[in-house]
């Protein structure tokens, strides 16, 4: 027996869950605090004294220093969770700690590690199932909820949810339904600058040349994916005299090749790679505008907006005129803004955007304010997509309320892992008004009779006065997609979790076969 108190004893072979369960709750506590209209910030410090100040919970579990395995592995399904839906890491996290530890209770009291995990997975089930029942879906940009989901996820800051919703709007309602687009794609940081939404797209680089062109109307656009250069030939080729001959032979080819583009009228290039000093002469005295080394993001938005074909350089080279011409796209004005080091495109002939620039006047508040803008756009897209639920942790209440009487249908020990789950949709609740400086034991026992009686999911706990208001008409929501996914990530995690029996420290390879 393994002694954890004065008063407690455990057998061994719980020890490595015992391990994974503080480790978890650790991780919980370093952002719970964060959670709800009343969370507080964090203060991060690196070894350089560098500083990062965040609300976020995923920025907070990315920049921590963490050892522990089971505490990796339940940030990297908080990351999991942000990069497929943008939001809900916290109370991912927050729902997972508790279903753990009670998980783990339960089983310190003899209930076997299977049948919790099976009784979690039916309550699993059923969330879901409960999640789809009380949600309502958008009907429109006009619809309240819309802005409302933009002025929570950022943070209540309503300049940010005014640009979030407009460069919405300027994108369209048909493009924020499709799974490969990314709102959040479309939001950049620049300091010194007024946050504002530019309808257009903006790529991150100047031109090459100063003596190009600042501002062009009527734009011809050619897109590269790689360098705009003369083939090249290997180094030991160009030692003998052949080799010689045949790169002027390449080189002049190249400039030769290179007057397609004007015949094609092409009047901006922007390249994945580098750009040879051969085409950059020719593009000066073309007047030409250049870029290179664009991201493949700005290249391929670049593409869509102006309905341009990215090609290699060798396309060039190959290609008649008349086959080229459906490689190129068209704007109706670019500009490069010296003073931000970065150049904008209107009046795109392809697909409709816009661009949200983020602006602040020190670094730090930049930052902050580009993950709220993101934080923001992701819940607006999933809500639009599928939909919102009452927030503030009250749905996440109601259900567990109805999985109480879920749990009396079953008549064997599966029924621990509901009161499992159970814990872990009450947990968001009471972090939430604990940040409000409220009792969670007063405030959440009010709230269940209020709920009961009434079967209404929409009534919560308003977080200044802690009396109970109706969500719905306060405009208090959440997307639907965020909280499934914060769910069953949690589920994940904690079922994964609550398996493992032996933490075993693998071999060093690095030692040879026997770790020697």
Known sequence: MKQVSNKTEIDERWSALITNTSAVRAISSAIEGTIGPKGLDTLLVDKFGDIVVTNAGVTILEKMEVNHPAAKMLINLAQSQHKKIGDGTTTAVIMASAIIKEGVDKILKGVPPAKIITGIKLAGEKVIQL???????????????????????????????????????????????????????HIIAKPYVESQVFEGIIISRSKINEEMPQKIKDVVVLCIYDELAPQNLQPEILKTEEGIRKFMELQESFRSNLSKLSSLGVNFIATARSIDPIAEEFMVEKGIMGVKRVSRRELESLARFTGARIVRCTTILE?????????????????????????????????????LIVGGATEEVIEEKERIAKDSASALQA???????????????????????FKRTLSDLSSAGVECVIEGLVSPIRQILNNAGFSPLEKSTLLARAQLESENPALGIDCDSGKIINLWEEGIVDPLPVKKCAFQTALEVACTILRINTIIKMQDKNKGEMGL
């Open 319 to 355: 290609k008649t005129v008349e086959e080229l011409s459906g490689i190129i796209g068209f704007a109706e004005f670019i500009e490069e803004d010296k003073n931000l080091n970065f150049i904008k495109l209107k009046g795109g002939k392809g697909e409709k955007m816009a661009t």
């Open 131 to 185: 999640l789809d029942k009380y949600a309502q879906k958008l009907n429109s940009f006009n619809d309240p909820f819309f802005y409302k989901v933009a002025f929570i996820a950022g943070r209540e800051k309503e300049e940010i949810a005014k640009l979030i919703v407009k460069l919405a709007q300027l994108i369209g309602e048909e493009r924020l339904f499709k799974e490969e687009f990314k709102l959040v794609d």
């Open 383 to 405: 809500a639009w997509q599928g939909g919102v639920v009452p927030g503030e942790g009250a749905v996440e209440f109601f259900i567990a309320l109805k999985l109480e009487e």
